[in-house]
């Protein structure tokens, strides 16, 4: 009975959806609407802004030749340069490669004679990549089909769980194990991705390994509407409808050397991640929630405390990459559930119950680890607070007991100067935030403990979510892309007089709400960034207005001096540039614009003839000096403070990494000021506190040097490719 209700059910709306085989294109947003969404805020461009120069030349010999370069850009535009060398000699073309904004590009290469061609791509004279016929920078170092990849290769190196039934064989669910328990549930994940969830979980009560397995079932009637994510998919689900499957994700908890022993995370547990689609193959990328098709390991990891850091120099995945992923806690009462008898909350809560226990046993092997190894705990995660809101929820008792909804935290609370944190807690936090930034975060003492802001971004206190006041007024009112998954972000929006009012009435900031109707104002409006202030040499400075949010037209202006004899060339650009004949202190301002209004912020520039030439900033020789003069090498060494998350040592590491490329790792060339290499050492949401103080003469010149260094691109100084160690020295 209950397949044929359903059945009848999808038959009814089976004249308004597409074919399953066939791909819907999403609904575009307007261009004052968010849109970021399953994305990390820093997406890791390899390439600022700016202007490059090609070189090219004969890999080996000496040997002249005609080429025919094709130059392919983030958008899919093309441009094609003809051109030769002289014997022995190496051309550079006349005309630049011109980003207007942080991306990659394809270069691809042929000479006529057939030989190999060496591609160099340089910045204000500084060898940014070269490569052997194709230099291939993608839009994105984390995500990216060469990412996906190499993810895979790394936690399946012996391709054992290319296809479902492989993953599942692997998995021990065919073995008749008796220490294997499977256990199936079916919902809707209603807060998340809005699908309808067939699950089921095998857990080994020996090992520990943990394999979570979930059918996924969307009845689209309308692409890319929020409609397709709604109640009835939870009933597709039961009804197993093939017409609605639209693949399976899957995640396991299995030893990181089980099939390579090399693995330099040993036999470590470690979560594993991986996508089929309908016909159970396994599939680099997919659209999780109709903004389009996102590469894996990151779309999957946004929500589970994964550390995306970039390929080693030899293409492979990072080990603390590899570990950092964790489960999520089943948020029960974020679940939908059908009327179906068999499938209500109360007959589906013992089985969640079982399934969140496994969850918790992950976080308990997690804690575990020795900190002390520097193979397997650096950059660990404190399992701490994850473990107390698994344990909140069901009272410390896992043999028996229901899902506590309106469990709270120790440190939320109500207190003093916390007055109203339980609210805050029980509306905003915990529905909206907790679940993803309870994975989130290290502790370098390996214990999260409530005195120390380092971990603050676990959100494990009212203290550590306020001390975050800006950033979440930045990401959230701003911005737009907190919450990071699409449904979680249309449920804090529903209703703006709830949580997005109650948080905006704890952030205490007034411009988020409306001064004619007291609404609180949901993000959409422009917002102009120009950059930080900052001291540079001129007497032409670039300006760039990247960063800004929601902007659909620029104009610059110089607003001080009034009768400066400075002027602007395209001005009307996000790029425009100043040309200040006179050494002073200007202030530019920009102003952004969309069908919402505009917006105006201003950076003021002191040009002075003496400073340090920003273009001329490279790593070796400015920024490395800063690491050791501020004491960063004296904590982040092996040896230094346990269980710290990188090394500013002057060693290769074990991944190949050399310094300036776990440098790059932290650094945002589409929006500077945004780096954690600036926003670490200047706050005290920095484990060591404040090392760069911006209120001192010294600390605002080392970040005036680190920002300009950021905004010319972060050059090194040396061939990062060669097996030079230039920039360590």
Not at 44 to 57: C, E, F, N, R, T
Not at 170 to 196: C, E, I, K, S, W
Request: net charge negative; charged share 15%; with cysteine.
């Amino acid at each position: 009975m209950r397949s044929l209700l359903v059945l009848g059910l999808a038959a009814a709306l089976a004249g308004c959806v597409g074919n399953g085989d066939t791909k819907e294109a999403p609904a575009v947003p307007a261009a004052d609407s968010p849109n970021a969404f399953l994305t990390f805020p820093n997406t890791q461009a390899p390439l600022g802004a700016g202007s490059y120069s090609i070189q090219v030349s004969a890999l080996t010999g000496t040997v002249a030749d005609t080429f025919h370069l094709v130059i392919t850009f983030d958008d899919g535009s093309t441009r094609s340069v003809d051109g030769s060398w002289t014997a022995g000699g190496t051309t550079t073309l006349a005309d630049p490669l011109v980003l207007a904004r942080a991306g990659g590009v394809r270069i691809v290469a042929t000479s006529g004679s057939g030989q190999a061609v060496h591609i160099v791509l340089s910045r204000n004279g500084s060898v940014v990549a070269d490569a052997a016929g194709t230099l291939n920078l993608p839009l994105s170092v984390i995500s990216s089909t060469q990412y996906a990849k190499a993810y895979y290769d790394a936690v399946d190196p012996q391709v054992e769980r290319d296809t479902l039934e492989k993953w599942k064989s692997r998995n021990g669910f065919y073995d008749g194990n008796p220490y294997n328990t499977v256990t199936h549930v079916v919902f809707r994940d209603a807060l998340d991705l809005g699908y309808g969830r067939d699950m089921t979980v095998l857990y080994n009560s020996v090992t520990g390994r943990t394999a979570f397995m979930v059918h996924n079932y969307v009845v689209s009637l309308q692409p890319g509407a929020s409609s397709n994510y709604g109640p009835l998919n939870v009933d597709a689900a039961i009804a197993q409808d093939p017409r609605f499957f639209i693949g399976t994700n899957v995640i396991e908890f299995s030893p990181a050397n089980e099939d390579n022993p090399a693995d330099v995370n040993g036999a470590m547990m470690i979560n594993k991640f991986f996508i089929f689609d309908k016909n159970g193959n396994r599939i680099t990328e997919a659209d999780l929630d109709g903004r389009g098709i996102k590469p894996v390991p990151g779309t999957c990891w946004t929500c589970h405390g994964g550390e995306t850091l970039p390929l080693t120099p030899a293409g492979k995945f990072q080990p603390m990459s590899v570990r950092s992923p964790k489960f999520n806690i089943l948020g029960v009462a974020d679940f939908e559930y059908s009327l179906q008898d068999g499938y209500h909350r109360d007959q589906e809560e013992d089985r969640l119950r079982l399934l969140n226990s496994y969850v918790k046993g992950s976080y308990d092997t997690i804690a575990s680890r020795d900190i002390n190894n520097s193979a397997t705990g650096r950059g660990k995660w404190s399992a701490d607070y994850a473990q107390e809101l698994v344990n909140g929820r069901y009272g410390s008792v896992f043999t028996s007991g229901t899902y506590q909804d309106g469990f709270v935290p120790a440190g939320w609370q109500n207190g003093p100067g916390q007055e109203n944190a339980e609210l805050l807690f029980t509306r905003v936090v915990g529905p909206h935030c907790t679940g993803c930034h309870s994975l989130q975060g290290r502790a370098a003492t390996g214990t999260d403990y409530a005195g120390n802001l380092g971990n603050g971004i676990n959100f494990s206190s009212y203290t550590k979510f306020m001390a975050y006041r800006t950033r979440i007024i930045d990401y959230v009112y701003k911005r737009g892309i907190m919450p990071l998954s699409l449904r979680n972000f249309e449920s804090f929006w529903e209703y703006p007089d709830g949580a997005p009012s109650i948080l905006a009435s704890a952030l205490a900031d007034p411009s988020l709400f409306d001064s004619s109707t007291g609404k609180v104002i949901p993000p959409g409006r422009p917002v102009a960034r120009p950059g930080a202030d900052r001291t540079v040499r001129g007497p032409t400075v670039q300006l760039d207005g990247n960063a800004s949010y929601f902007a659909d037209s620029y104009h610059w202006a110089i607003t001080s001096p009034v009768a400066s004899t400075a002027t602007l060339s395209n001005p009307d650009t996000a790029r425009a540039v100043l040309n200040a004949p006179a050494a002073g202190t200007y202030v530019v301002t920009l102003t952004v614009t969309n069908s919402r209004g505009s917006h105006s912020a201003s950076e003021t520039l002191t040009v002075n003839g003496a400073a340090a030439d920003q273009t001329a900033l490279t790593f070796a020789n400015d920024i490395r000096p800063i690491l050791s003069n501020n004491g960063c090498t004296g904590c982040h060494v092996d040896g230094g403070i346990a269980g710290i998350p990188v090394y500013w040592d002057d060693n290769i590491d074990s991944d190949g990494n050399k310094l300036y490329q776990r440098i790059l790792a932290r650094v945002n060339l589409a929006n500077p000021e945004d780096s954690r290499l600036l926003k670490k050492p200047t706050s005290e949401l920095h484990g060591g506190g404040v090392v760069i103080d911006t209120t001192t003469p010294q600390g605002q010149a080392d970040y005036n040097t680190l920002v300009n260094w950021i905004r010319e691109g972060a050059a090194c100084g040396t061939n990062p490719s060669g097996l030079d160690v230039g920039c360590l020295q």
